[in-house]
Each structure stands twice: as structure tokens, then as C-alpha cells.
């Protein structure tokens, strides 16, 4: 280079601007890079969300094709319990349309109303619970109340509607359980005729046998009679013909007597079989005081045997049930225990515990108060064969002494249709019995009749 061309002021101002020029290409060519990066990643992300709104209203349309299908009511709520989805079949069983309930409370429109003119709370409701403490419930028997104000009633599913990472509402999944009550009532009915036909055979059947030896009694007494009122006529009565008719009378008529007696008591047990046929009254009454005055009243009872009997019973136990039903029930299991479980008037120990507890029944997840009874003796026991066949009317051991076998049938039918609880035995041969019996502390009448 030569100090003349260094010192041109125009030369070197030409080259500064070119650097210039190149340094602004080279940033233009940045620049133009960047954006067709930002370009690409916007083209691929608008791709991308392209597919997933396309994949989502794939899935929507699949699921609504679903609970369109469904013969389930499906109906959907937000956290604060109001309606954001309905499939078609919920709108034709609750005669609303989807429209007219959307953002309306469900609990309080369709749910809320019992038949009896009692109400749900939303508080026990499962639908409601789903929605706060993110649980399934599954209810057997409830009533929903449609858009004509009539009365349904309804199983569900009630599950917890849960988003990212919390509950987000419930989901309710109910059928018309209608026609499945009607079958049920049916088949009770068929059950209850089939098991009459048989208690009615069985009546007839063990009447037979008493009546039948009553009738051979009076039928040999007659013929007696005769031959004594022909030797009478004849005037040929001697004193031991005289002394031989009276004692035929008095064994004929013991038999007569016995037999008639025996059938009379069968009939008598027949009747109290039949308990659920008639009207139940129920009551309130505290549980303690009641088994005492019941084991008073059975005193006598005891006096031929030395049995202690303890009753553990907390004194605010409170029942509103059918008493006599109960104490019917209590006698029978005492009575059987005096007669079966020490036969011999041995020494023997009878404890009968109640307590309270609270159980969900079949119908509902709502719990309710139960009473636990439980009954033991520490008598001579039962075989395998007798514990099973127990509560079979006319199943005795002790037929030739008396037993009509009814007691246990009649214990059966009183706990489990008119206190509408269960029954449950336990016992081996020298073990002693026992008795579990589980009642609601209170039966009310059922509101479908
Ligand atoms: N506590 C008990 N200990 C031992 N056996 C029992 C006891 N309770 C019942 N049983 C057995 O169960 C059978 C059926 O009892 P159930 O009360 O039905 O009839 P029963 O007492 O024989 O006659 P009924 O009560 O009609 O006069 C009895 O015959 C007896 O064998
Ligand atoms: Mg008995």
C-alpha cells in the first residue's frame, strides 16, 4: 500500500463504508434465518394443534356416541353441583331436555323430593358426596323425581369427575329399576305362594297323625259302646263287663284328649307362622328394660331349672320397632334353650348381649342404626344335620314329646319380615348355641307398600 493511497481520506471512507455494508449483510442474513425458524416452528406447531383439536373431536364424538347409546341416564356436574352434560336417555326417563337443565342444580330438581314427602339433604346425597370427597357409590333403590313431577325409581353409580388434579364434579350413571321391582314382587309372591303350598301340605300332613288316632280312639270307643248297650238290653251286664267299658272310656278319652290337644297346638303354631299376613304396630321402647320385664314375666319358667341368664344391654338403647314381635322372638330361643339345650334341668348359663351399631343396608349407602343380639346358651349343642334344617317348619328332635317344630320357622319369619332384620346359628354338639340377630333400631313403614 502506498502512503498516498492511505492518506486519501475518500479511499478510506469507501472502505469503512463497505464494512459497514457487509457487517448489515451478515445481520440481515441472521435475521432472515430466525424468522424462517420462527416460521417453521409456528407452521408445525399450528400442525400439531391441528391434529389434537382434530383427535379431540374425534374422542368427544366417540363419547357421546357412546352415552348416546347407552340404556343409561348419564348426566354430568360441575363442582358446585349444577348440569353440564346430559345423554339422551336421561332425557327421556326425566322428561327434561338437556337444554332446560344445563347450569341447573340436578340435586335439587330431579333428586332432591321423596315419594313420601320427606327430603333427600344434598349433604347425604352420593351424587353430591362424588362431587367433594372424590368417591364411588353404587345405590341400589332411590327415587328420582321427572319433569311432570311423578316419582321413579332408580339405581346409580355416582362417580368423582376427576381433571388434571382435581375433582372437576361427578358423573351420575341411573336406570328405571320399575319393572325390576315389579319382577321381584312377583317372584316374592310366587315364593311365598310356593311356600305356603308347602307349609299347608306340612300342616296337613302332621294334623293328620293326631286326628287320625283321635278318630281310631272314638271309632274302637263306639263299637265298645255298642256291645256294652246290646249286653245292657239283654240284660246280661255283668260287673266286669261294666268294669272293662269304663276303663276303655277313660284310656279313649285320654287318647282323645292328648291328640286333640296336640292338633290344637299345631294350629295354634300355624297361626303365628302366618305373622307377616297381618298388620305390624310399632313403637318406641328402651331395649334394657324391656328384656327384663320379658325374663320376669318367664320366672316361672325357671323355677324347675337352675339357669342364670345375664343380659348385657346398655340402658339407653333405644328401639322403634314391633316389641311384641321381638319378645315373641325371645321367648322362643329361651324356651328352646329350657327345653333343648338342658334337657336333663341341669345347671346352665343363657347370655344375651345388644348392642348398637351402624351399618349400610342393602337399599342405600346411608348408614343406619342396627341392634346386635346376641343370644347364647352353653347347653348340649346341636349336630351339623339340626343347625341346618333349624328354621324348616315342622324340623324337631323332640316330635314324641311334643314338639311341633314351628318355633324356629316362627322365629325366622318374625325377624327377618316384620323386624326386617337377619338371623344367623352357630353350634356343635357340647358347644353351647348361638343366636346373631340383626335388627334396625328403628323400622319404618316402606314407602312403596
Ligand atoms: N338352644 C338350642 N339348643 C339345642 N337345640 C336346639 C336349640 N334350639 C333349637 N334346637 C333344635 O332345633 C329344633 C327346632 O326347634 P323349634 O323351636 O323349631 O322346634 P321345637 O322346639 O322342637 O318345637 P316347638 O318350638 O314348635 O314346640 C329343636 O327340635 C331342637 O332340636
Ligand atoms: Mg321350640
Not at 332408580?154 to 321391582?181: C, H, K, T, Y
Not at 309372591?189 to 297323625?209: D, F, P, Q, R, Y
Not at 263287663?241 to 269304663?246: G, I, V
Request: contains cysteine; negative net charge; aromatic residues 6%.
Amino acid at each position: 500500500m502506498s502512503p498516498t493511497d492511505t492518506n486519501d481520506p475518500e479511499l478510506t471512507q469507501l472502505r469503512r463504508t463497505n464494512r459497514m455494508l457487509q457487517q448489515r449483510v451478515k445481520q440481515a442474513e441472521r435475521i432472515r434465518k430466525q424468522w424462517s425458524t420462527a416460521v417453521t416452528q409456528l407452521q408445525e406447531s399450528h400442525d400439531r394443534e391441528k391434529v389434537i383439536s382434530q383427535q379431540l373431536a374425534e374422542k368427544e364424538s366417540f363419547l357421546s356416541s357412546i352415552t348416546a347409546s347407552m340404556n343409561e341416564g348419564v348426566y354430568v356436574l360441575d363442582t358446585e353441583g349444577k348440569l353440564t352434560f346430559m345423554n339422551p336417555k336421561a332425557e327421556t326417563l326425566l322428561g327434561w331436555s338437556y337444554k332446560e337443565l344445563l347450569g341447573k342444580n340436578m340435586h335439587d330438581t330431579i333428586h332432591a323430593c321423596r315419594p313420601d314427602g320427606t327430603r333427600m339433604p344434598a349433604e347425604e346425597c352420593p351424587i353430591q358426596k362424588s362431587i367433594h370427597n372424590g368417591k364411588h357409590y353404587s345405590v341400589e333403590k332411590d327415587w328420582f323425581q321427572a319433569k311432570d313431577g311423578s316419582f321413579f325409581p332408580v339405581a346409580f353409580f355416582s362417580s368423582p369427575l376427576i381433571g388434571s388434579d382435581q375433582n372437576q364434579g361427578s358423573v351420575a350413571v341411573f336406570r328405571n329399576i320399575s319393572q325390576e321391582i315389579e319382577i321381584e314382587k312377583r317372584l316374592i309372591e310366587s315364593e311365598k305362594m310356593a311356600s305356603l303350598g308347602g307349609m299347608v301340605a306340612g300342616v296337613a300332613h302332621e294334623i293328620n297323625t293326631p286326628v287320625g288316632v283321635g278318630v281310631t280312639a272314638i271309632t274302637y270307643l263306639e263299637g265298645e259302646t255298642k256291645q256294652f248297650e246290646n249286653a245292657f238290653q239283654q240284660g246280661g251286664l255283668t260287673k266286669e263287663n261294666l268294669s272293662h267299658y269304663l276303663s276303655t272310656v277313660t284310656e279313649s278319652s285320654n287318647i282323645v284328649i292328648s291328640n286333640l290337644k296336640r292338633a290344637a297346638l299345631l294350629i295354634q303354631n300355624f297361626k303365628k307362622v302366618a305373622v307377616n299376613q297381618s298388620r305390624s304396630h310399632n313403637e318406641e321402647f328402651l331395649l334394657q328394660p324391656f328384656i327384663d320385664e320379658l325374663l320376669h314375666s318367664l320366672q316361672p319358667r325357671f323355677r324347675q331349672h337352675p339357669i342364670t341368664i345375664e343380659v348385657d344391654c346398655s340402658p339407653n338403647l333405644t328401639m322403634h320397632s314391633d316389641a311384641g314381635a321381638l319378645s315373641q322372638v325371645l321367648i322362643n330361643l329361651i324356651e328352646n334353650s329350657l327345653i333343648h339345650a338342658y334337657p336333663e334341668q341341669d345347671s346352665g348359663l343363657i347370655h344375651i348381649q345388644a348392642t348398637l351399631s351402624e351399618e349400610t343396608t342393602k337399599e342405600s349407602t346411608i348408614k343406619t342404626p342396627m341392634i346386635t343380639l346376641n343370644y347364647q346358651d352353653d347347653g348340649v349343642g346341636m349336630s351339623e344335620s339340626v343347625r341346618q334344617h333349624i328354621f324348616e317348619p315342622f324340623f324337631t328332635t323332640r316330635r314324641n314329646s311334643g314338639g311341633s317344630g314351628l318355633g324356629m320357622q316362627i322365629v325366622y319369619n318374625l325377624v327377618v319380615h316384620r323386624l326386617q332384620g337377619t338371623i344367623q346359628v352357630w353350634s356343635q354338639p357340647e358347644q353351647g348355641s348361638h343366636f346373631l340377630i340383626t335388627l334396625p333400631a328403628a323400622i319404618h313403614e316402606p314407602i312403596d307398600g
